[in-house]
């Protein structure tokens, strides 16, 4: 399994949800809680406005990893 699905807790030819900062485990409303690195200056991401983040990460980032309520979400466009 690729390390995409395997970060999204997906199978091969399921239906996915959209991998971004609104469907992320390290959204926590304000701010962003995931350990990457931002594209305009090389620091850490860990504490930035989630605003700042969606504009720079509109596909989410290489810390992605799916919340549990896009999780249930995705398990239930796949029929479990």
């Given at each position: 399994m690729n390390d995409k699905l395997k970060?999204?807790?997906s199978n091969p030819?399921?239906?996915l949800v959209e991998q971004n900062c609104s469907t992320c485990?390290?959204?926590f409303?304000?701010?962003c809680a995931g350990h990457s690195t931002r594209?305009?200056?090389g620091?850490?991401?860990?504490?930035?406005?989630?605003?700042e983040a969606e504009k720079m990460f509109p596909d989410g980032c290489n810390d992605?990893?799916?919340s549990l309520g896009s999780f249930i979400e995705q398990e239930k466009?796949?029929?479990?």
């Open positions: 970060r999204i807790k030819r399921d239906k485990e390290f959204n409303g304000d701010v594209k305009d200056n620091e850490d991401t860990y504490g930035m406005a989630i605003e992605y990893g799916i466009l796949n029929g479990r």
